[in-house]
């Protein structure tokens, strides 16, 4: 993917090491059995790939609690400098390109686009949905219209997963932005309400149907940047294959529960993220009316 010509976000933040977290020492996929066996995740904010919705409700609920009144503690704006690391500076011109893109939509909608900010950590961090720990994975908070993001997640997503190459990470932001356009919609905020009186099936459902068009705007930005080179979109559906809810399963737990999934089974996470990288166009990324 073509991004060396791009200045790095102005809209970056670099929070350091959070200290303690509640990762409780496991790793990304020494989590799966625990988390995903026990069919949580009604929530709503979203985490790319592996537990996205079990330690954050939508706009701060969840197992971490709090609210969207919660601050960062033990930590400065300013403690470290933003996109000074190869990882970060890759991520940051991720965020230009995403501005970019998503200015141009809004715009031809008469509308404002507002940029989400990218926060980087290491370890854990305290966001307005409550304490992360990066065993979690990137996520998108709502209460700090931010995307947060320890890039150590990269070498998970190369040497874990096998999705190697610059867009399958380029696709983890471009999902969280994915993430950001659904707040700025409204659509969240509806998911959440409907959660509130779902079954918990139910809500996995509209959990499901929220990560897919996250997906699916993932692969509209990525078309309508103009940066895609030749072996870029077999990486993306590397990845979206790598974080498919069933293949999560079957390598965590041996069995696969699809009234648990959160995210999406990998035939329906690369099925969408195609779609918006065939039609660059947001409007077929519905993926509520699809669903029925």
Same mark, same amino acid.
Request: hydrophobic share 35%.
């Given at each position: 993917?073509?991004?060396?010509?791009?200045?790095?976000?102005?809209?970056?933040? #670099?929070?350091?090491?959070?200290?303690?977290?509640?990762?409780?020492?496991?790793?990304?996929?020494?989590l799966l059995p625990l988390l995903?066996?026990?069919?949580?995740?009604?929530?709503?904010?979203?985490?790319?790939?592996?537990?996205?919705?079990?330690?954050?409700?939508? @706009?701060? @609920?969840?197992?971490?609690?709090?609210?969207?009144?919660?601050?960062?503690?033990?930590?400065?704006?300013?403690?470290?400098?933003?996109?000074?690391?190869?990882?970060?500076?890759?991520?940051?011109?991720?965020?230009?390109?995403?501005?970019?893109?998503?200015?141009?939509?809004?715009?031809?909608?008469?509308?404002?686009?507002?940029?989400?900010?990218?926060?980087?950590?290491?370890?854990?961090?305290?966001?307005?949905?409550?304490?992360?720990?990066?065993?979690?994975?990137?996520?998108?908070?709502? /209460? %700090?219209?931010?995307?947060?993001? #320890?890039? /150590?997640?990269f070498d998970e997503l190369d040497?874990?997963?096998?999705?190697?190459?610059?867009?399958?990470?380029?696709?983890?932001?471009?999902?969280?932005?994915?993430?950001?356009?659904?707040?700025?919609?409204?659509?969240?905020?509806?998911?959440?309400?409907?959660?509130?009186?779902?079954?918990?099936?139910?809500?996995?459902?509209?959990?499901?149907?929220?990560?897919?068009?996250? #997906?699916?705007?993932?692969?509209?930005?990525?078309?309508?940047?103009?940066?895609?080179?030749? /072996? %870029?979109?077999?990486?993306?559906?590397?990845?979206?294959?790598?974080?498919?809810?069933?293949?999560?399963?079957?390598?965590?737990?041996?069995?696969?529960?699809p009234d648990s999934f959160t995210?999406?089974?990998?035939?329906?996470?690369?099925?969408?993220?195609?779609?918006?990288? %065939?039609?660059? %166009?947001?409007?077929?990324?519905?993926?509520?009316?699809?669903?029925?």
């Open positions: 993917m073509r991004l060396d010509d791009l200045d790095p976000t102005d809209n970056a933040r #670099d929070w350091g090491s959070g200290g303690g977290g509640g990762g409780g020492g496991f790793g990304l996929l020494g995903l066996g026990r069919g949580m995740g009604c929530g709503g904010i979203v985490l790319i790939g592996i537990v996205a919705l079990i330690f954050f409700g939508m @706009g701060g @609920g969840g197992l971490l609690g709090g609210g969207g009144t919660q601050t960062r503690q033990g930590q400065s704006q300013g403690a470290a400098k933003a996109c000074d690391t190869q990882e970060e500076l890759f991520a940051c011109r991720v965020m230009t390109s995403t501005e970019q893109v998503w200015s141009q939509v809004f715009a031809e909608q008469g509308q404002r686009y507002q940029p989400a900010t990218i926060n980087f950590f290491t370890g854990s961090v305290q966001s307005a949905c409550g304490q992360a720990s990066a065993a979690v994975g990137p996520f998108y908070c709502p /209460g %700090d219209q931010g995307v947060f993001l #320890d890039t /150590g997640f040497k874990r997963f096998g999705a190697k190459g610059d867009f399958a990470r380029a696709y983890v932001v471009g999902h969280e932005v994915g993430h950001h356009i659904q707040n700025l919609e409204g659509t969240s905020a509806k998911v959440s309400q409907a959660q509130g009186r779902a079954s918990r099936t139910e809500g996995n459902r509209l959990s499901v149907l929220l990560e897919l068009q996250a #997906d699916c705007y993932a692969g509209v930005w990525a078309k309508r940047s103009g940066r895609l080179e030749p /072996g %870029d979109i077999e990486e993306g559906m590397t990845a979206a294959n790598a974080i498919g809810d069933d293949t999560l399963q079957r390598q965590g737990q041996g069995e696969v529960v995210h999406g089974s990998s035939a329906q996470r690369k099925q969408w993220l195609q779609r918006g990288l %065939d039609s660059g %166009d947001p409007a077929q990324c519905d993926t509520f009316a699809a669903a029925g």
